[in-house]
């Protein structure tokens, strides 16, 4: 069994910075993409970033040049750190990974159970 275990989140006031954090456990082959995605009050989940295993990056536009990206691949963990932070940013970040288990065949999908992010002050 694959599990996704999300942690960093928090209070933190505009402007300021904040990591999140993302492991994936389990009988596991590989991991492609892992990506974080997020979800505001009353809207639609939507995606942040995502990291190739190879570490090609792509990012949101409305988090491009203020949030990174990054992975640990002999840790099989994905990392976001957030900086310049806005109250547009507050929201449940999601992490999610295509991974290939030994007790699956092919690529599966996998989500966390999300880590909330309030930016206020």
């Known amino acids: 069994q694959v599990q996704l275990v999300e942690s960093g989140g928090g209070f933190i006031q505009p402007g300021g910075s904040l990591g999140l954090s993302c492991a994936v456990s389990?009988?596991?082959?590989?991991?492609?993409?892992m990506a974080w995605y997020r979800q505001a009050p009353g809207k639609d989940r939507e995606w942040v970033a995502q990291?190739?295993?190879?570490?090609?990056?792509n990012y949101a536009d409305s988090v491009k040049g203020r949030f990174t990206i990054s992975r640990d691949n002999a840790k099989n963990t994905v990392y976001l750190q957030m900086n310049s932070l806005k109250p547009g940013d507050t929201a449940v970040y999601y992490c999610?990974?295509?991974?290939?288990?030994?007790?699956?065949?092919?690529?599966?999908?996998?989500w966390g159970q999300g880590t909330q992010v309030t930016v206020s002050s």
């Open positions: 999610n990974a295509w991974v290939d288990a030994y007790v699956s065949r092919g690529q599966r999908l996998y």
């Open positions: 990291i190739t295993s190879g570490g090609n990056r």
């Open positions: 389990g009988s596991i082959r590989s991991i492609n993409v």
